[in-house]
C-alpha cells in the first residue's frame, strides 16, 4: 500500500459520494482473506477521506466499520449443533452474525436521521461489545472492512445438511454496496501475518501453534472466500499493505 494508492482510492470515494443521485451515504465494502491488509487499508483511506474534506468542507465525512464485530459471541457458537467445531472454524461464514450486519446495512441505506451504533469486537475477552461504534448522521461514507463482504456462494446443493453451507444473505449484503474493493495478497504473506496475529493476541501460547492455526482454519476461510468471489469494482494487488 503506498500513500499514491490510498489518495487515489480517497479521491474515488469522495468522487462517488458526490455523484450519488439522492441524499444519503456512500457505502463501500473492502474485502479479502485474513490478514490480506483490510483493516490498515481501509484505516488509511478514512483517514484520507478525512483530511481531505475537512479542509474542503470542515467536516469529517468518512468512518470505519470492521465486520469482527459481527462475529458470534463465544457462548453463542458453544449452543451451535457442532460447538467444537464452530470454535474450531471461528471466522468461517457460519460463524459470523451475518442478519445482524443486514440489518445494519440496510438502516445505513435508509434516510439519515440519527447516530446508528454498530458492535466492535474486543480481542483481549474475545467477544464482540454491542453498540460500541457510533455512525454520526454527518459520517457519509462508510467503508465496511471483512472477509465475506464480497462473497458469492452457490445456493445450497439438494441434501445439503442445513447450516453446512454459508448463508445466502451473504449475497443480499454484498449487493447492498455501491462500492466493492477486494485487497489480493498472497497466501504465503498472509499465513506469516496471522500466526503472527494469533500468538500476540493470546489465542495461541507458541509461534509453532500460530502457523498451525493459520495454515488450518484460516486457510480453509481463505480458500472458501477465493472460491467464492462475487463481483468487484476495483482490485488492489497489495503485498506489502
Not at 483517514?47 to 474534506?53: D, G, P, Q, T, V
Not at 451475518?98 to 474486543?122: H, M, W
Not at 454459508?166 to 496471522?194: N, Q
Request: aromatic share 8%; charged share 20%.
Amino acid at each position: 500500500m503506498t500513500t499514491v494508492e490510498v489518495s487515489d482510492f480517497a479521491d474515488l470515494a469522495l468522487t462517488r459520494y458526490l455523484q450519488l443521485q439522492t441524499p444519503g451515504r456512500l457505502l463501500v465494502s473492502v474485502s479479502g482473506v485474513p490478514g490480506s491488509g483490510k483493516t490498515t487499508f481501509t484505516n488509511a483511506v478514512v483517514h484520507k477521506i478525512n483530511e481531505l474534506s475537512q479542509l474542503r468542507h470542515g467536516v469529517a465525512v468518512a468512518c470505519a466499520i470492521p465486520m469482527d464485530g459481527y462475529h458470534l459471541s463465544r457462548k453463542d457458537l458453544a449452543s451451535l449443533p457442532d460447538p467444537d467445531e464452530a470454535c474450531r472454524r471461528r471466522g468461517a461464514p457460519f460463524t459470523f452474525d451475518v442478519g445482524g450486519l443486514y440489518q445494519l446495512l440496510n438502516k445505513l441505506r435508509e434516510p439519515i436521521s440519527s447516530t446508528l451504533y454498530a458492535p466492535s469486537f474486543d480481542h483481549a475477552i474475545k467477544d464482540p461489545i454491542p453498540r460500541n461504534i457510533y455512525i454520526l448522521a454527518t459520517q457519509r461514507i462508510v467503508i465496511v472492512e471483512g472477509n465475506y463482504l464480497c462473497f458469492n456462494p452457490p445456493d445450497v446443493p439438494e441434501g445439503g445438511k442445513e447450516g453446512s453451507h454459508p448463508s445466502p444473505l451473504w449475497r443480499k449484503i454484498a449487493a447492498l454496496f455501491d462500492e466493492k474493493w477486494v485487497i489480493d495478497t498472497p497466501l504465503e504473506i498472509t499465513s506469516s501475518r496471522l500466526a503472527l496475529r494469533h500468538l500476540a493476541a493470546g489465542i495461541v501460547g507458541s509461534l509453532e501453534e500460530g502457523f498451525e492455526r493459520a495454515n488450518g482454519s484460516d486457510k480453509e476461510n481463505s480458500n472458501d472466500i477465493l472460491r467464492w468471489m462475487g463481483p468487484y469494482d476495483r482490485k488492489l494487488s497489495a503485498s506489502s499493505v
